[in-house]
């Protein structure tokens, strides 16, 4: 059985860090072909992918937010992280991770607020 | 980037009928597809993908098909149950959605 569970700060201020993690079962990011992917939907609002991370290390991140986006894993420990630099109130949003970049499987998302 | 022009923003329907979702991919995909279904205050769940693949444990009365960069969610048979957004994503290039469609049951 995959599950996905986000978690994160709930609320931060203006320029600070937003330092999200995904913990996983039921797959290994060790796994040819297995990935995670972060995901985040402003309240009422669309999809917006993130950045995705591959069993071989590989990265890849939306352009628009490139230098903000730092994806990382624990394979170890079925983990994925995400850190997004100098946040501001456009970042406000649920955030989601998702297993592959045809996301078969979701998290149940957490809220973050950016407020200051 | 690959945009996704998504249609209608909405949409109305009765129970027992067929309605039609699509996505305009802005250059080839080659299959790159992906449809979700959304609830409020739930995550997407996958429907489609590969643009005409059902997912495990996804109702037959969904399918997907595409022409050209024209891609189609079809859902037949509508049940009270299939009121949400529905939103495409191309994955050929780094990932990105439709705008999304809601559709209400009559």
């Known amino acids: 059985q995959v599950t996905l569970k986000e978690s994160g700060p709930g609320i931060l201020q203006p320029s600070q860090t937003l330092s999200l993690t995904c913990t996983f079962s039921g797959f290994s990011l060790s796994t040819y072909g297995m990935g995670v992917g972060w995901i985040r939907q402003p309240s009422g609002k669309g999809l917006e992918w993130l950045a995705n991370?591959?069993?071989?290390?590989?990265?890849y991140y939306n352009p628009s937010l490139k230098n903000r986006l730092t994806i990382s894993k624990d394979t170890s420990n079925n983990q994925a992280f995400l850190k997004i630099t100098n946040v501001d109130t456009a970042d406000t949003a649920t955030y989601y991770c998702?297993?592959?970049?045809?996301?078969?499987?979701w998290g149940q998302g957490v809220m973050v607020t950016v407020s200051s | 980037d690959i945009q996704m022009t998504q249609s209608p923003a909405s949409l109305s329907a009765s129970l027992g009928e067929t309605v039609t979702i699509e996505c305009l991919a802005s250059?080839?995909?080659?299959?790159?597809l992906a449809w979700y279904q959304q609830k409020p205050g739930k995550s997407p769940q996958l429907l489609i993908y590969?643009?005409?693949s059902l997912q495990d444990g996804v109702p037959s009365r969904f399918s997907g098909s595409e022409s050209g960069t024209q891609y189609s969610l079809e859902i037949n048979s509508l049940q009270s149950e299939d009121a949400a957004t529905y939103f495409c994503?191309?994955?050929?290039?780094?990932?990105?959605f439709g705008a999304g469609t809601k559709l209400e049951l009559k």
């Open positions: 991370i591959w069993w071989d290390d590989d990265k």
């Open positions: 994503q191309q994955h050929h290039d780094y990932p990105t």
């Open positions: 250059e080839d995909i080659y299959s790159n």
């Open positions: 998702a297993r592959g970049s045809a996301f078969d499987y």
């Open positions: 590969d643009a005409s």
